[in-house]
């Protein structure tokens, strides 16, 4: 069964800590995706990885990181120094430059 | 600044009406415009354009691009309650999707 998957599903956090989303696809897609949705506002992309071992800043990384060691995996660090980090995030894949994304269901972030 | 600007922001009808959504943008480097459909959680794929004039039909939906103007419309007949949910538009350029804010439509039995 292809398909991106993101867990978990929700997570809460403490202020100060830091958090790793995870997001996995079998779709055999070079390409993958985080955004940030905030309630009213589009989808807003936070990094992006082209091929294994590189990614991208995209218009909101400070805050965050990322890793690309396999093509299959590309976990978000949500750190301490993300002012305002309570949001959905939703990863994506495609299989190369344009082609259509796929969304995983996304992780709701809550920092209490 | 790329940008991309969805209208109306939200939209309340009545089963059976036919609606329109639109969305310009203003972007460099120019790729394909998409269109998702996300109810809660993760948005699903509807169409993409890459072609002026060229209309995209998926049962009671389509749409159509205008290169030169600027912007797109998804239009929805005969609409069900089922159609309720956040409609987005995405442009992509070399690398990035850029996404509007979104179009929340709710369809009143």
């Known amino acids: 069964d292809g398909g991106i998957t993101q867990s978990p599903k929700y997570l809460f956090r403490k202020e100060g800590q830091n958090v790793t989303l995870s997001c996995e696809q079998n779709l055999n897609h070079d390409a993958m995706y985080w955004y940030r949705q905030d309630p009213g506002q589009g989808l807003r992309l936070i990094y992006y990885s082209q091929i294994v071992n590189d990614f991208q800043k995209g218009d909101i990384a400070e805050g965050y990181s990322v890793s690309r060691e396999k093509k299959e995996s590309f976990p978000l660090t949500v750190t301490s120094a993300q002012k305002n980090p309570t949001a959905f995030y939703l990863c994506?894949?495609?299989?190369?430059?344009?082609?259509?994304?796929?969304f995983g269901p996304g992780t709701r972030l809550t920092v209490l | 600044e790329d940008k991309v600007v969805q209208s109306p922001l939200s939209l309340v009808v009545h089963e059976g009406d036919t609606v329109t959504l639109n969305c310009s943008y203003e972007v460099t480097n120019f790729r394909s415009l998409l269109w998702y459909k996300q109810e809660k959680k993760a948005p699903t794929f509807l169409f993409m354009l890459?072609?002026?004039?060229i209309e995209k039909k998926s049962g009671r939906l389509s749409s159509i691009l205008d290169k030169k103007e600027l912007f797109s419309i998804l239009n929805i007949t005969a609409t069900q309650t089922g159609d309720s949910a956040v409609y987005l538009c995405a442009v992509e350029t070399g690398n990035q999707f850029y996404f509007g804010t979104g179009t929340s439509l709710t369809v009143i039995p």
């Open positions: 890459t072609s002026s004039g």
């Open positions: 994506a894949s495609s299989p190369d430059r344009g082609r259509e994304q796929f």
